[in-house]
């Protein structure tokens, strides 16, 4: 029978209890977070995205040099659609025009999966909307004169995009291709030649287009790449590749240009067990930024293109860099990064006669004007540790475990499972993870086969039927918490997100008896629902990891935990937000009315302003709580939480 009101107010009143007696640990769930650092192409400005009033939102500031280059924040520059139909709109990229005088920014209205391109100015005054007609418009890569702007238009209905360059000269545009996830990645230098990307997962392309001849070369034959991207050197003669094609790991290669066909491409920095992540060129062409990924860390290093020395980067403030970017004069690197105990911030580099510095100062958030304000989060928060265990097939597996303070043996535990699935769970900032080891509960965050960071074999083995393997590996994960002494196997939950939605209801269908609580946010239930009401693009891109629709629908059926959730006996947790159309409604909907019908207790909590991501601050404050209350009231023991 589900749960009375009672019952409910009981666990939200536990779980409230638990974030507030965690002391310091709550205030990071409302830790503002400062992302996507953008220097102006006049060496003066930087723009970047932040959340700071409670939604990301695009800020333009003046950088500062000296040993202190703090960036005082100015007002959000204003990005809210013209249409007074759509919802608020967050910031998710931004790019300058190579003159300074636009920012394209992509928006996602009510955080959805419909994005628009809007150019704004650096003081806000002037606005210009790219392709306002369009369902969705993805941004892409500029002209190097600012002539003209990459971008994707997706209309309705269509599972393809055509990838464009606007003149934003005269508002007309090129199409460049169409296809799954089509992509204008790089323009070069005299905007005559064209990289774009398309292809379904796991399965991307990369073509040359001559824009003279109309000559196009696949740059990578026989395709099948995870991670395909390029960029222009500047002086032309050569085009960079950052890719896995024909390879285990990603890495940077390097293809020759010249007035006829590019030549054969050649490896410019490898490495046979770690991905590289990102690569940023600076402005004079001459070095590199390689940020590699080494077990789930970070290690930057900068590369001379021209000699090839390699110079290491000092440790960034948080453990994963999500960006990288050379400052106009290339006389600073700006990072990105964030760790356990450290919210995404920027801190810059000084590059010194082409050597990098051996500190990074902290560039943003702005220190702290509150003088009682002396709390070290590594002193409250809880850093992970890495952990190896064995699949039922006897594939090495690994994640990260977050162990509540001061506790020994066997606690109450949570695994948690991220999206993609060609993601990669990593030791980056959670405020979910540090508000429930706070609450006693431990938190394990494995990768399962599929993910990324392992090589390409690893981010395919779950492909298709293989995904069977998958859902057995959430088990694999029960029995060495349990195994291992360090999770009471009584007290055992399982949540995740998007993917990790659909493989927490896949694992509560399978394994009913070896979980206690389960949360779902976001999460598929019935694949073939999900390819009918998800957007066509997202549809016709996901064949390759799930299966098509047209000639698979045998084992989406399989696959879909809505067809055995008569075996879902675990109280049950669902978060979604409105206007998700990456994965629709329709989706938790069915799940909650087969659980209501059945009489299994559980909760479900509906953001109406946001969509597959929660993006605002508040919500996300409001989402830990829920999470907490449901996951710990069910784990822990309530009379003796809350004597």
Not at 240 to 245: F, I
Not at 254 to 259: D, E, K, R, Y
Not at 555 to 579: F, N, Q
Not at 609 to 625: K, L, Y
Request: aromatic share 6%; glycine share 12%.
């Amino acid at each position: 029978m589900e749960p009375t009101l009672a019952d409910r107010r009981r666990e939200r009143l536990v779980g409230e209890r638990l974030v507030a007696d965690a002391g310091p640990v709550a205030d990071v769930v409302s830790a503002a977070s400062f992302r996507s650092p953008r220097p102006g192409p006049d060496g003066r400005l930087l723009a970047w995205i932040s959340d700071r009033d409670g939604r990301p939102r695009l800020y333009v500031g003046e950088l500062g040099s000296g040993p202190a280059p703090v960036v005082e924040p100015r007002a959000a520059l204003p990005t809210e659609p013209d249409d007074r139909d759509l919802p608020h709109a967050d910031v998710t990229g931004v790019a300058w025009s190579p003159d300074g005088s636009w920012l394209a920014c992509q928006l996602a209205p009510g955080g959805g999966e419909r994005t628009r391109v809007l150019l704004v100015s650096p003081d806000g005054r002037r606005r210009r909307e790219i392709a306002p007609a369009a369902t969705a418009v993805v941004l892409g890569s500029w002209s190097p004169n600012g002539s003209h702007l990459g971008v994707t238009i997706y209309g309705s209905g269509q599972g393809e995009g055509q990838a464009c360059l606007v003149d934003l000269r005269d508002g007309t545009s090129t199409v460049l291709a169409s296809g799954p996830a089509a992509m204008v990645c790089a323009v070069s230098g005299d905007g005559h030649r064209v990289v774009v990307r398309h292809g379904r997962r796991g399965d991307r392309h990369l073509e040359l287009i001559d824009l003279r001849t109309g000559r196009r070369t696949d740059l990578i034959p026989g395709g099948g790449a995870t991670v395909a991207d390029a960029r222009f050197g500047v002086s032309g003669g050569l085009l960079y590749l950052h890719t896995d094609a024909g390879r285990e790991r990603a890495a940077l290669l390097a293809v020759p240009l010249g007035t006829g066909a590019p030549g054969m491409s050649s490896p410019v920095a490898e490495r046979a067990h770690d991905d590289l992540d990102l690569v940023a060129l600076d402005p004079a062409g001459a070095r590199a930024v390689l940020v590699w990924n080494v077990d789930g860390r970070s290690e930057p290093e900068m590369l001379d293109l021209r000699s090839g020395l390699i110079s290491p980067l000092p440790d960034p403030a948080g453990d994963v860099v999500t960006d990288a970017a050379f400052t106009r004069d290339g006389a600073g690197l700006l990072l990105a990064s964030e760790g356990p105990t450290v919210a995404p911030r920027l801190s810059l580099v000084p590059i010194v006669d082409g050597l990098p510095g051996t500190e990074a100062p902290a560039v943003l958030p702005p220190e702290s004007d509150d003088p009682d304000d002396d709390t070290d989060p590594a002193d409250v928060l809880v850093s992970p540790t890495l952990h190896e265990f064995r699949a039922e097939d006897g594939l090495t597996l690994t994640g990260w475990l977050f162990r509540p303070r001061g506790t020994l043996g066997a606690t109450p535990a949570l695994i948690w499972l991220h999206g993609g699935p060609e993601a990669q769970e990593r030791p980056v900032f959670q405020p979910l993870f540090q508000a429930l080891a706070a609450a006693g509960v431990a938190v394990f965050a494995p990768n399962v086969r599929g993910s990324a960071g392992f090589g390409r074999t690893f981010s395919r083995a779950d492909d298709l039927h293989r995904r069977f393997a998958a859902i057995a590996d959430v088990s694999a994960a029960v029995d060495f918490l349990a195994g291992s002494g360090l999770a009471d196997r009584d007290r055992i939950g399982v949540a995740g997100r998007s993917y990790g939605g659909y493989l927490t209801l896949a694992a509560l269908v399978r394994y009913p008896e070896l979980f206690r609580v389960g949360v779902d946010v976001c999460g598929m239930a019935d694949l073939e629902t999900f390819y009918a009401g998800t957007e066509p693009w997202i549809a016709e891109a996901a064949t390759t990891k799930y299966g098509d629709p047209r000639t698979d629908r045998d084992l989406l059926r399989r696959l879909s935990p809505l067809h055995r959730i008569d075996r879902l006996t675990a109280p049950l947790l669902v978060v979604h937000g409105r206007h998700d159309t990456n994965v629709p409604i329709s989706e938790p909907e069915q799940v909650v009315a087969a659980l209501r019908e059945r009489g299994v207790p559980h909760g479900y909590l509906l953001f109406d302003d946001e969509g597959h991501e929660v993006h605002d601050v508040a919500n996300r404050a409001a989402f830990v709580r829920e999470v907490v209350s449901w996951v710990a009231g069910h784990l822990n023991e309530v009379g003796s939480r809350t004597a």
